[in-house]
Antibody, heavy 118, light 107 residues
Framework: QVQMVQSGGEVKEPGASVKVSCKTS????????ITWVRQAPGQGLEWMGW????????FYQDKLQGRLTLTKDTSTTTGYMELRSLRSDDTATYYC???????????WGQGTLVTVTS | DVQMTQSPSSLSASVGDRVTITCRAS??????LHWYQQKPGAAPKLLIF???NLETGVPSRFIGSASGTEFTLVISSLQPEDFATYYC?????????FGQGTKVEIK
């Protein structure tokens, strides 16, 4: 079955960087993209960006442009999300999800809580 | 960015009730509208994609429809396991924005 398994929670100081991994299995990696979504505590869902696992092409939300980098490793069927220059309002649960070409996502990781605190 | 306005933000209903959630897009998004259900402490779950297509394994009481830029999710007969927060999402234009969510609570 399709699985998206994310790395564990992180605690970071303001200004630091975090890199979250998303190990996929159960499907052909390059046939679906990976979308990243975050959710601040008690808040709604925020679309962050998308990466093509076929050619590495990316789209990012404008407000994260310059701080966010999505990458993938086809050999290990893993996606990565790196967010730099962390601020307190980056504290959130970060999700990866398998993305169809039409834009919807069907299988989600378990979420990774990133806490930014001094 | 395409703004997705979801209403209501919360509602109280009883088991067996018919529940309607609406999502309005700020511009045409064709049928690129999807619905997710999220329970506390869990990742979201896809219910409906392409405005009206039921995801495999999702009960048929969940019905999606569209009229222009207004999209509707109907739960025809609310079940105890349906108490959750529901989000719409558009995928017509980057960034793929979500609605703010509708929390369905027990009356």
């Amino acid at each position: 079955q399709v699985q998206m398994v994310q790395s564990g929670g992180e605690v970071k100081e303001p200004g630091a960087s975090v890199k979250v991994s998303c190990k996929t299995s159960g499907y052909k990696f390059i046939d679906y993209g990976i979308t990243w979504v975050r959710q601040a505590p008690g808040q709604g869902l925020e679309w962050m960006g998308w990466i093509s696992t076929y050619n590495g092409h990316t789209f990012y939300q404008d407000k994260l442009q310059g701080r966010l980098t999505l990458t993938k490793d086809t050999s290990t069927t893993t996606g990565y999300m790196e967010l730099r220059s962390l601020r307190s309002d980056d504290t959130a649960t970060y999700y990866c999800a398998r993305a169809y070409g039409e834009g919807h996502v069907d299988s989600w990781g378990q979420g990774t809580l990133v806490t930014v605190t001094s | 960015d395409v703004q997705m306005t979801q209403s209501p933000s919360s509602l109280s209903a009883s088991v067996g009730d018919r529940v309607t959630i609406t999502c309005r897009a700020s511009q045409s998004i064709r049928s690129s509208l999807h619905w997710y259900q999220q329970k506390p402490g869990a990742a979201p779950k896809l219910l409906i994609f392409g405005a009206s297509n039921l995801e495999t394994g999702v009960p048929s009481r969940f019905i999606g429809s569209a009229s222009g830029t207004e999209f509707t999710l109907v739960i025809s007969s609310l079940q105890p396991e349906d108490f959750a927060t529901y989000y719409c999402q558009q995928s017509d234009e980057i960034p793929y924005t979500f609605g703010q969510g509708t929390k369905v609570e027990i009356k």
